[in-house]
């Protein structure tokens, strides 16, 4: 094969490239409000697909195991720089392939196995990464957990306070996976001092809120943060380190070589551009209309007869309880996801239900909101999901694919942002 001769995708794979094709149109013509998914823009997905993904280069810009780093190490200082500007951080890493082996990183830096870490509890909201039993953080060094509340569905800080007094941790996780409210890094900064324990805070829902000022920072207060690059952030699939200049060397060993070789430059470079689109007013807005969004969204819900844990969201994710509703979790999603509306079964707090069949679903407002989709929406939105959960435990299929067809003639009213090719 050469340049001149080099096929492209459609000729050298017809089957994937009729799969990416597809995938194209079900993302086109559905509802996503899956809160861990959103859309990139076409300058992030050109990013993504370069020439950069050719070249190796262990190690840090300046100190490279492989030579021909000229460029990458532009690429590579370019997002590191816009990094640190939009957070307002001393040091930040780029290199972390995803949000789980950043959050390993932190326990190869600061923890030996065997020694206490605590976080909150997967149940409860967490991430399996905080020291959840199925997870090697939970299995290589000693969790405790912390939860919410069961009459208010929030931290109770009191409780994390005496919890720490207890077990003394040296690394305390705040932030999690399933958090419909704001987190108060201050109150658990004040904790961590009190036993002299590092605060990591892991942002990765709400890294896009907190860069357009929706949610307040944990810079300050947190010497970790912790952040995937997709979800709020609106970049490719990858993760960041940021930290006070005194951790950048322990956290930048752990990366590499402790726990990855080269980084993945493509995605990279695509994390870079994310960064400087997220420095922008637009950004900003947008910002401030997910939370918006999803408020009018759980007011929508709320009207409907739906159980908010917590009562409602400060930011883009709802937590709703279908106990009352007759319905679990799993089956309403997947009912939903056969009228073209995305989301995922969820455990709630104190969930009588098993995590494979909880009794939840979790929504959020990132992706639909890229699209373009306000506040006036939402109600619609809600008056769908409420509309098949009737239907579905009626046993009526034939409205859960009649509110199909009205999902899909609606989301194709909202342009999909990195939309490629012919979509009909």
Not at 74 to 90: M, S
């Amino acid at each position: 094969m050469t340049a001149e001769s080099d096929p492209d995708l459609t000729t050298t794979d017809p089957e994937i490239a009729e799969l990416i094709q597809a995938e194209n149109v079900r993302q086109r013509d559905t509802v996503r409000l899956i809160a861990s998914e959103n859309y990139v823009s076409s300058a992030v997905l050109q990013a993504t697909g370069t020439v950069l993904t050719n070249k190796y280069s262990e190690g840090y810009p300046g100190k490279r195991y492989y030579e021909g780093q000229q460029i990458i190490d532009q690429v590579e200082t370019l997002a590191i720089d816009r990094a640190k500007a939009l957070f307002g951080v001393e040091h930040a890493n780029v290199q972390p392939y995803s949000g789980s082996p950043a959050n390993l990183a932190v326990y190869l830096a600061f923890l030996k196995p065997g020694e206490t870490v605590m976080g909150m509890a997967l149940p409860m909201g967490g991430h399996l990464t905080h020291g959840w039993s199925v997870s090697a953080t939970g299995t290589w060094f000693r969790s405790v957990q912390y939860g919410v509340r069961k009459e208010t569905g929030r931290v109770d800080m009191d409780e994390v306070r005496d919890l720490a007094r207890a077990e003394r941790p040296k690394v305390i996780f705040c932030g999690g996976t399933a958090i419909p409210r704001t987190i108060d890094f201050p109150a658990f900064a004040e904790v961590a001092r009190e036993i002299d324990a590092i605060l990591v805070a892991d942002i990765a829902h709400i890294a896009g809120l907190v860069a357009g000022g929706a949610h307040p920072s944990p810079v300050g207060s947190a010497q970790v943060i912790s952040t995937t690059t997709h979800k709020t952030l609106r970049g490719p699939r990858g993760a960041m380190l940021m930290s006070t200049a005194e951790h950048a060397k322990a956290l930048d060993k752990a990366v590499f070589p402790g726990l990855q070789g080269g980084p993945h430059n493509h995605t990279t470079a695509a994390i870079a551009v994310a960064l400087k689109e997220a420095a922008t007013k637009e950004f900003r807005q947008y910002a401030a209309a997910i939370v918006e969004n999803a408020k009018a969204l759980a007011d929508g819900l709320s009207a409907h007869g739906f159980d908010l844990v917590s009562g409602g969201t400060d930011n883009h994710l709802l937590l709703v309880d279908l106990e009352n509703k007759q319905l679990p979790g799993k089956q309403a999603a997947k009912a939903l996801d056969r009228a073209g509306i995305e989301l995922n079964y969820n455990t709630v707090p104190f969930d009588p239900r098993k995590p494979f069949d909880p009794s939840g679903i979790r929504l959020g407002t990132a992706a639909v909101t890229s699209r373009g989709m306000g506040t006036s929406d939402m109600s619609q939105v809600a008056d769908w999901i409420a509309r098949v959960v009737d239907a579905e435990r009626a046993g009526d299929q034939h409205a859960v694919e009649t509110v199909g067809e009205e999902v899909r003639d609606f989301a194709r009213a909202f342009p999909m942002p990195g939309l490629s090719g012919d979509s009909a």
